[in-house]
């Protein structure tokens, strides 16, 4: 009986030399990413044998030279890493085990890198989905992309080209989100308490400023987005509205004010958040005059939390820039539309939402 277990032992004492030496090797392969960038072709796997919820591992944040990259912006970058922190999800889902099936495009295997330049990536086992992705743009800002979620210089990304997965729903919000198809209040602290100061800051000019959309599900945009699409048609929908996943109110770091319409714009109300919520933290999110770059219509209704010091380089003395352009990023869908049949929501409580 003995004998029998020591020589079937034996292998097993081989295999696990040979995978310690190999797993240590692709731990230091990938703890220096920034002496890989010469060999970018190659695709590299390094943490196949970490399961996906080793994200802590292969993506250190104090380490990533995402953070240490200062393209366009520059003393902020601290401020910048500190806001991805907050944002990456303590526990990111196995996305082998969601069913994607009935989400158009979602993990696209080639995220749109046109004219980026791709310096490491890793594919999720045999299903060819992007797990993690690093690229420049022409800009030199570095976009990220971790399991479906999208950061660029560690700023969450949100437009017609990077999506939030299904699945995503922010953390430590103002107001418990929990499933909840909408929450106005469902924004992350950070991003609230910047609300707070800034409407205290209107009040003292007695201006009357108020959340009318905040957070939005997954479900609740997909619901929204068919609906313009059967009222107006896709080519419509698609300036106005935004695709499921393709909504920053899924976010938790955006809002709408007021009236969401056009009419804000030249209230005193309208006038002041646009040139004073910058100190606060917040941009101008689809600029006018931008629509190219940020793939929709002028809202002075809609704003970003992004913190201060990038929305003062997009404020950019009065002249807003968009996150796109300031970054060198698309806003473009690289799928077809594929509406889906999904279940009903009751949007009756919810006449202020616009589509973005
Ligand atoms: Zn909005």
Redesign the pocket.
């Known amino acids: 009986m003995k004998k029998k277990k020591k020589t079937k032992l034996r292998p097993w004492v081989i295999f696990l030399i040979v995978f310690m030496i190999t797993s240590t090797a692709i731990c230091l392969a990938f703890r220096k990413p920034e002496e890989k960038k010469e060999s970018s072709g190659n695709i590299q796997t390094p943490s196949e044998d970490k399961g996906i919820n080793a994200h802590e591992d292969e993506f250190d944040h104090n380490d990533n030279p995402a953070h240490k990259n200062e393209p366009v912006a520059t003393e902020g970058a601290a401020e910048q890493t500190k806001v991805l922190e907050d944002y990456i999800p303590d526990e990111i889902p196995d996305v082998s085990k969601i069913d994607t099936t009935k989400i158009a495009g979602e993990y696209d295997p080639n995220p749109d890198t046109e004219g980026l330049e791709v310096i490491d990536q890793s594919i999720l086992g045999d299903t060819a989905k992007i797990k993690y992705l690093k690229a420049l743009t022409d800009k030199g800002a570095v976009i990220e992309i971790i399991n479906g979620t999208s950061y660029v210089n560690g700023i969450l990304m949100v437009n017609k080209t990077y999506r939030l997965p299904s699945y995503y729903v922010p953390k430590d919000t103002h107001e418990a989100i929990n499933g909840r198809p909408y929450v106005y209040g469902g924004l992350v602290n950070e991003a609230w308490d910047a609300w707070q100061e800034m409407q205290a800051a209107a009040k003292k000019e007695r201006l009357n400023i108020s959340i009318s959309?905040g957070y939005r599900s997954y479900d609740t945009q997909e619901t929204l987005f068919s609906n313009y699409v059967m009222m107006q048609g896709l080519e419509a929908a698609d300036t106005f509205s935004a695709r499921a996943g393709h909504?920053?109110?899924q976010s938790g770091l955006?809002?709408?004010l007021n009236s969401?319409n056009d009419t804000f714009t030249g209230t005193a109300e309208g006038r002041w958040v646009n040139d004073n919520c910058y100190k606060y933290g917040f941009c101008v999110?689809f600029p006018e005059g931008k629509d190219d770059m940020t793939g929709y219509k002028y809202?002075s209704?809609?704003l970003r939390y992004v913190g201060v010091q990038l929305a003062t380089e997009l404020y950019n003395e009065g002249d807003w820039l968009s996150i796109e352009e300031y970054f060198g990023l698309t806003s473009t869908y690289n799928y077809e539309y594929v509406a889906a049949d999904g279940d009903e929501i009751d949007m009756t409580d919810s006449e202020d939402i616009?589509?973005?």
Do not use: I, L, N, Y
């Open positions: 959309s909504s920053e109110h955006c809002f709408d969401v999110r809202e209704w809609h616009e589509g973005t």
